[in-house]
Nanobody
Framework: QVQPAESGGGVVQAGDSLTLSCSVS?????????VAWYRQAPGKEREVIGT????????HYADSMRGRFTIYRNYHENRAWLHMNGQKPEEEAIYYC?????????WGQGTKVTGSS
């Protein structure tokens, strides 16, 4: 079974940039797959950051996430990326990648980004 796998989390200080990666174990991203990035801070609901469609590369962002987050994919590496600028310590969260194929959503285990003030 396919499952997204995130990597790249770590400790960030205010103003840092960080790039997270999402690949797929047990398969590859193909066709109309939609890759989404979410985050979940301690004690809060999981919130969407944005999405990208695999073949077309069309991107959409949640209104509150526009400006500092960029989602892109590398077609040949078969990876999706989330680049974050100007990190804030309060943005400490577990960042998740999901893949929607047909009507099924597959979730990764998440990668933790820890804020350091």
């Amino acid at each position: 079974q396919v499952q997204p796998a995130e990597s790249g989390g770590g400790v960030v200080q205010a103003g840092d940039s960080l790039t997270l990666s999402c690949s797929v174990s047990g398969g590859t991203f193909v066709g109309d797959d939609m890759v989404a990035w979410y985050r979940q801070a301690p004690g809060k609901e999981r919130e969407v950051i944005g999405t990208i469609t695999w073949d077309a590369g069309s991107r959409h962002y949640a209104d509150s996430m526009r400006g500092r987050f960029t989602i892109y994919r590398n077609y040949h590496e078969n990876r999706a990326w989330l680049h974050m600028n100007g990190q804030k310590p309060e943005e400490e969260a577990i960042y998740y990648c999901s893949m929607q194929r047909d009507d099924v959503v597959y979730w990764g285990q998440g990668t933790k980004v820890t804020g350091s003030s």
